[in-house]
C-alpha cells in the first residue's frame, strides 16, 4: 500500500505552495510548425530555473507564450496562482518581467529614462508622458529619479545614468535592460539569453547579479547556451529540444544526462562518413 491519503495531499500542498509560475502543457504551432509542443514546467518563488536547448528548440517561443506575446494554441499558464492575462503589459502587472535576447532598448533615452520607463509600466501613466513630466510633478519625480538611479548601482551600471542606452558598451545595454524590468517590481524575472555576447568576465557578472536578484527574493527563469554559467546558477534545468522537453531536474542530472550532450554536441556513436555520403563522395570534383 502507499502512504495514507491525508500525508500524500499534505505533501502536495506543501510542494505546490509556492509555485509561481505554473505552465501546463503549453503548446505553441505556427501554421504546420510546431514550436513548442506540450512543455510544462514550474518555477517556485525563490528558485532559480534554467531553460536549454538547441537553436531553434522552442525556448523563446515559450518564453513568448508565459509573457502575453503569443496566446498558446493548446495549454494553459497560471502566474501567482491566476490564469495569466492575455496582454504582456497585464503581465508585467500581475509580477512577472523580462529580457529579450535581441536586447529592447530605448535607443535614444538615457539609461535612468529606460528604467523609468519600467518603473511607470506599473501603472496607468503613460510611460513615455511619466518620463517627460511636466514640472508640477517634480518632487515625485525626484522619488522616482532616486529610485533608479539604486536600480542602475544594483546592477553595476554606476555613472551612466544621463548616457544614451545606445552608446553604452553592450554588456552594459544587457544589465540595463535588467534595471528596467527590475523596475517593474516583479517576482518573477526571464531572462532570454542574458550573457550572448559578453566576455567570461561580464558573464562572470551577471551570473552574480542573478544571485543578487534571487537573494532580492525573486525567482528567475533564464534561458542561455553557456553550459559553466546554467549549471553553476540554476536550481533545476529543463532542456528543450525540437519544442519538447527532452530531460528535465536538477542542474547536475541533467549536466550528466547523455541525451542532453547528444543534443548539444551530436551522437558520439555516429558512424564514421561512408564514400556514399554525399557530401563527400557522391559529387564529381569540379
Ligand atoms: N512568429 C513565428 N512565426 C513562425 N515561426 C516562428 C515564429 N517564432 C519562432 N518560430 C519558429 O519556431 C521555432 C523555435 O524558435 P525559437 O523559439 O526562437 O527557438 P530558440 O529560442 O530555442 O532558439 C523555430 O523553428 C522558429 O523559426
Ligand atoms: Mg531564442
Redesign the pocket.
Known amino acids: 500500500m502507499g502512504m495514507p491519503v491525508e500525508e500524500a495531499m499534505q505533501q502536495v500542498q506543501t510542494m505546490d505552495r509556492n509555485v509561481l509560475l505554473d505552465a501546463r502543457n503549453v503548446t ?1 504551432q ?2 504546420g ?1 510546431i ?2 509542443n506540450d512543455v510544462s514546467l514550474q518555477v517556485h518563488s525563490g528558485e532559480i530555473v534554467g531553460l536549454i ?12 507564450c508565459l509573457t502575453g506575446l ?1 496566446k498558446p494554441t493548446f495549454g494553459m499558464v497560471t502566474f501567482d496562482g491566476k490564469p495569466l492575462p492575455p496582454k504582456p503589459r497585464m503581465v508585467v502587472r500581475e509580477g512577472m518581467a523580462r529580457t529579450f ?1 535581441n536586447i529592447r532598448l530605448f535607443h535614444n533615452m538615457t539609461a535612468i529614462e529606460n528604467v523609468m520607463v519600467g518603473m511607470y509600466s506599473r501603472t496607468k501613466t503613460n510611460a513615455i508622458d511619466a518620463v517627460f513630466r511636466l514640472p508640477r510633478h517634480r518632487r515625485e519625480e525626484i522619488a522616482s529619479t532616486r529610485r533608479a538611479q539604486e536600480l542602475l548601482e544594483f546592477v553595476g551600471l554606476t555613472g551612466v545614468g544621463d548616457t544614451l542606452s545606445r552608446n553604452l558598451p553592450y554588456g552594459d545595454q544587457r544589465r540595463l535592460e535588467i534595471a528596467r524590468a527590475l523596475a517593474t517590481e516583479p517576482k518573477l524575472l526571464l531572462l ?1 539569453e542574458p550573457t550572448a555576447g559578453m566576455n567570461p568576465q561580464e558573464t562572470r557578472q551577471a551570473e552574480e547579479l542573478i544571485f543578487k536578484i534571487r537573494d532580492l527574493g525573486l525567482a528567475v527563469l533564464v ?1 542561455e547556451h553557456d553550459m559553466r554559467f546554467i549549471f553553476n546558477l540554476c536550481d533545476r534545468v529543463s532542456c ?1 529540444v525540437r ?1 519538447a522537453v527532452l530531460v528535465e531536474g536538477p542542474g547536475d542530472v541533467v549536466q550528466n544526462d547523455p541525451r542532453v550532450i547528444e543534443a548539444y554536441i551530436g551522437s558520439p556513436a555516429a558512424p564514421p562518413a561512408a564514400t556514399t555520403d554525399p557530401l563527400n563522395g557522391g559529387v564529381a570534383d569540379a
Do not use: C, H, R, S
Open positions: 505553441m505556427f501554421g510548425l514550436a513548442v536547448g538547441p537553436n531553434g528548440a522552442g525556448k523563446t517561443t515559450f518564453f513568448n503569443y535576447q532570454d534561458i528543450l519544442g
